[in-house]
């Protein structure tokens, strides 16, 4: 293209005579392109030197082709049923080849191949900005949500998230058969083990949280309040914003994973979506942050911006998260245990406490969990 075309094409953007994209269109560049080339001309006429300016050459095209491995992924990913998203086909490069892309370079790349173009869900904006905690495990969201992931089968299988709201860091994320007492006893601790104590767990009105009779706990409201942890109850399903965008987050991409890799079996999906919740955590930018959730975590804990606890050392804490109920030793001297009965060492019409742990084992403890005590088991049928 002729350098007097160019100079007049610049001078009508820069008397704003056309627009980005006239000018864009007329130079046969994209718009990035055309606000370097414009800064260049800028400062060019800032020296009065505009009339003889010319552009520079762009140097030809340097980048190099993307490694065979990302091809395939990228491949893979795409074509499954359902296929992933842009987004999270450069995630998953990212993740697996430590290759960094950006979705634009996909989804170019994507339509070019003649793959299936990926549809994001319209969304609705949210009518206000909700709010957001200071501090690390101020408050950390807690939800469940029911979803086909695996391919070929419509059964619904619920995924438990607990999202941190200062940060959005997940600090758990795990698929379960049902959406019963046993999948928080199960996920919980683990997640408090690996991060610390919260102040309070945001949760809607579930059964499992709150009690219809006031001023009552429910088992797992008392769980945590052994130790000290309380529950928030939201008003409405859109205050627990972050947690719910968690859902979908997980909906617009495990499904698609899941497919692609082939995994029906819930153990082994479980496995993946660790990898996954961790590499989101420490890479993904978060769009309202700036930064990926691992980032804002630990800038927080250099600020000091922490209400996180230890776990403490408990001789409780293997029979506190487990379903409690109150059994009454039979005039043989013995309690039922799942599907036998087993004889105990104590008074015959005593009661204990049966322990039925997430593992599938059962304990009997001469009492329940009691602060400055220490436990008694009577009988476990735990694996060594």
Not at 40 to 63: C, E, I, M, N
Request: glycine letters at 4%.
């Amino acid at each position: 293209m002729a350098f007097p075309l160019i100079r007049d094409v610049l001078e009508q953007f820069r008397t704003q005579q056309c627009l980005a994209a006239q000018a864009a269109e007329t130079l046969g560049i994209c718009r990035s392109q055309l606000y370097r080339v414009f800064a260049d001309y800028l400062k060019a006429y800032a020296h009065q030197r505009h009339r003889q300016w010319t552009p520079q050459p762009s140097g030809g095209d340097h980048v190099e082709p993307w490694p065979p491995e990302v091809l395939a992924l990228l491949r893979k990913r795409l074509t499954s049923q359902p296929p992933c998203s842009y987004s999270f086909a450069a995630s998953e490069a990212l993740r697996l080849c430590a290759f960094k892309l950006d979705r634009a370079q996909v989804r170019r790349w994507a339509l070019a191949q003649g793959l299936t173009p990926s549809r994001p869900r319209v969304r609705e904006r949210a009518a206000v900005r909700r709010w957001q905690r200071s501090r690390i495990g101020e408050l950390w969201q807690l939800d469940a949500t029911p979803h086909r992931w695996f391919a070929g089968t419509e059964r619904l299988f619920p995924l438990l998230d607990l999202l941190d709201d200062c940060s959005r860091v997940y600090t758990a994320s795990k698929l379960y058969e049902r959406e019963l007492l046993s999948a928080y006893f199960d996920l919980l601790p683990e997640a408090f083990l690996a991060y610390g104590l919260p102040l309070e767990l945001y949760v809607d009105y579930h059964s499992l949280f709150f009690s219809s009779v006031p001023d009552a706990l429910t088992q797992l409201g008392a769980v945590l309040r052994f130790y000290g942890v309380n529950f928030r109850y939201a008003p409405t399903p859109q205050a627990k914003g972050k947690v719910e965008r968690a859902h979908l987050y997980w909906q617009n991409r495990l499904p698609a994973y899941l497919a692609s890799e082939a995994i029906s079996d819930l153990s082994v999906a479980n496995e993946h979506l660790q990898s996954l919740r961790q590499h989101r955590n420490r890479h993904e930018v978060h769009r309202e942050l700036g930064m990926a959730p691992g980032t804002a975590w630990e800038r927080a804990r250099r600020e000091k911006r922490s209400a996180l606890r230890p776990v403490p050392h408990c001789p409780w804490w293997p029979y506190v998260w487990s379903q409690h109920s109150a059994v009454r030793v039979g005039d043989d001297g013995r309690v039922s245990v799942g599907a036998q009965r087993v004889r105990l060492e104590v008074p015959c019409g005593r009661r204990v406490v049966l322990c039925q742990h997430p593992s599938g084992h059962y304990t009997v403890l001469a009492h329940p969990p009691e602060a400055g005590a220490k436990p008694v088991i009577l009988f476990t049928d735990r694996p060594r």
